[in-house]
T-cell receptor, first 114, second 109 residues
Framework: DAMVIQNPRYQVTQFGKPVTLSCSQT?????MYWYQQKSSQAPKLLFH???????NEADTPDNFQSRRPNTSFCFLDIRSPGLGDAAMYLC?????????????FGDGTRLSIL | GEDVEQSLFLSVREGDSSVINCTYT??????LYWYKQEPGAGLQLLTY?????DMKQDQRLTVLLNKKDKHLSLRIADTQTGDSAIYFC?????????FGAGTTVTVRA
C-alpha cells in the first residue's frame, strides 16, 4: 500500500494560473519535503516542514509556497506558474532529520503548463 | 555543499551483475543512499549505509563504501529486466540530500 500519496499524478494548468499539488502520508512522519525534478536531472529540494516548522531553501523562488495543515497532509502552491515550472514534483517524508531516518518518496505529480 | 558524481549510463545483460559507481566530495556525509526511479514514478529507497561501514548486503543488492576514496558502489546480482531504471546515489548533510545526476541502467536480453 502506498504510504506517501500524491494527487493528482498529472496536472495541467495554464500559464499564470495558480495550482495546488497535494501530498498525504500514512507513516505519521514528522518531516515532509517537496522536491522539483526536471527531465534528466536529480531532484532539487524546495522546502520542508519539521512538524509545523517551515524551512525554505535559499534558492526556492517566491512563486512556490507550502502549507501543512496537519501531520498527514502537505500542499505545494505555485502562485503564478511559468513555463519553466513544468516538472515532476515529488513529496517525501521522514521520521526525523537524521541520516538514519531516510526519506520516502511518493510517485510524484507531473505538472504541465500550457 | 556536497558534490556527488555518477556515470550516466550502464548497459547490462540479463542475468549478469550490474555495478553502479558513485563518488562524493564531502566526508561529513554520515549516510549514503541508493534510490531507484522507474519511468514516471517517484524515488524508491533501495538501501543505505552508515559512513562507518564498508559493506552492506540486502538480498541481490550489495553496497560497498570506500570512505578513504569517497567512493560508493551498488552491485545488483542476477540483473533482471525489472531492474531497468535510473539509480541515484545521495549523501546527507543533516536533513539535506545531495543527489548525483543518476545512472540509467538498461537491461538487455
Amino acid at each position: 500500500d502506498a504510504m506517501v500519496i500524491q494527487n493528482p499524478r498529472y496536472q495541467v494548468t495554464q500559464f499564470g494560473k495558480p495550482v495546488t499539488l497535494s501530498c498525504s502520508q500514512t507513516l505519521n512522519h514528522n518531516v515532509m519535503y517537496w522536491y522539483q525534478q526536471k527531465s534528466s536531472q536529480a531532484p532539487k529540494l524546495l522546502f520542508h516542514y519539521y512538524d509545523k516548522d517551515f524551512n525554505n531553501e535559499a534558492d526556492t523562488p517566491d512563486n512556490f509556497q507550502s502549507r501543512r495543515p496537519n501531520t498527514s497532509f502537505c500542499f505545494l502552491d505555485i502562485r503564478s506558474p511559468g513555463l519553466g515550472d513544468a516538472a515532476m514534483y515529488l513529496c517525501a517524508t521522514s521520521r526525523g532529520q537524521g541520516g538514519n531516518q531516510p526519506q520516502h518518496f511518493g510517485d510524484g505529480t507531473r505538472l504541465s503548463i500550457l | 555543499g556536497e558534490d556527488v558524481e555518477q556515470s550516466l549510463f550502464l548497459s547490462v545483460r540479463e542475468g549478469d551483475s550490474s555495478v553502479i559507481n558513485c563518488t562524493y566530495t564531502d566526508s561529513s556525509s554520515t549516510y549514503l543512499y541508493w534510490y531507484k526511479q522507474e519511468p514516471g514514478a517517484g524515488l524508491q529507497l533501495l538501501t543505505y549505509i552508515f559512513s562507518n561501514m564498508d559493506m552492506k548486503q540486502d538480498q541481490r543488492l550489495t553496497v560497498l563504501l570506500n570512505k578513504k576514496d569517497k567512493h560508493l558502489s551498488l552491485r545488483i546480482a542476477d540483473t533482471q529486466t525489472g531492474d531497468s531504471a535510473i539509480y541515484f546515489c545521495a549523501g546527507n548533510l543533516g536533513y539535506k540530500l545531495s543527489f548525483g545526476a543518476g545512472t540509467t541502467v538498461t537491461v538487455r536480453a
